[in-house]
């Protein structure tokens, strides 16, 4: 079926420096998603995202972070500068309506921040 | 804030058997998915249902928004059915809130 597809699979990068993450939505999909898991506990929603903007946005979703989908290419999500607390996996999602009947996530960024 | 509670943990199945995997949320919830963990660590869709029941095989899921929870239900559980599953339910908001995970092995 349709994919998400993420790159990189995996990152490890110095704390303070900037990390873009990549996701390749479901190409007829219109609404995107982020969320974050840290090792050993819930996926936990950060962001979504249509027609250009942010829709919601959680706790989570530091002011470090911002997420753009530029010309219809990848939908990314952007820390700068990154933390120790930044450590995680992030999935994105998409799905083609605000009702997640179709939603589809990628199988994550394995982010290590040291 | 809004939290889904998923239980069991963990769950031991004879190949053949069955049993339930059970969500309750804390507040009314739109709709509930169901996703299975792959091999990958993909979340590939298993049922969205904003009411009611749907069965795909298997597996059977039902959800009451009114007494605010959700049930997958696997009979005659072959060995390929190990994995790791989630409820994860929609909010008014239209975000997904996930529960902890059901690890489930079914054994010979």
């Known amino acids: 079926g349709p994919k998400v597809l993420q790159i990189p699979s995996h990152q490890i990068i110095d704390m303070g420096q900037m990390v873009t993450l990549n996701c390749d939505p479901v190409?007829?999909?219109?609404?995107f998603y982020w969320y974050k898991q840290i090792l050993g506990q819930q996926m936990e929603f950060l962001v979504n995202?249509?027609?250009?903007?942010?829709?919601?946005k959680s706790k989570l979703f530091k002011d470090q972070f911002s997420v753009e989908r530029p010309d219809g290419s990848y939908f990314t999500l952007k820390i700068q500068p990154t933390a120790l607390e930044d450590s995680a996996v992030y999935f994105c999602?998409?799905?083609?309506?605000?009702?997640?009947?179709?939603?589809?996530f990628g199988s994550g960024t394995r982010l290590l921040v040291i | 804030g809004d939290q889904v509670e998923q239980s069991p943990s963990a769950l031991s199945l004879h190949e053949g058997t069955g049993s339930a995997l059970r969500c309750n949320f804390t507040?009314?919830?739109?709709?509930v998915q169901w996703f299975r963990k792959n091999s990958r660590g993909s979340l590939i869709n298993l049922f969205y249902?904003?009411?009611g029941t749907k069965e795909n095989g298997r597996l059977k899921s039902a959800f009451d928004s009114k007494e605010r929870y959700s049930t997958l239900h696997i009979r005659d559980a072959q060995l390929e059915d190990s994995g790791t599953y989630f409820c994860?339910?929609?909010?008014?908001?239209?975000?997904?809130?996930f529960g902890t995970g059901t690890s489930l092995l079914v054994d010979p």
């Open positions: 999602a998409s799905s083609s309506d605000r009702v997640a009947s179709d939603y589809t």
């Open positions: 190409s007829n999909h219109l609404y």
């Open positions: 995202f249509y027609n250009g903007k942010v829709m919601e």
């Open positions: 507040t009314t919830m739109r709709a």
């Open positions: 249902l904003a009411s």
């Open positions: 994860a339910a929609e909010t008014l908001g239209y975000k997904l809130t």
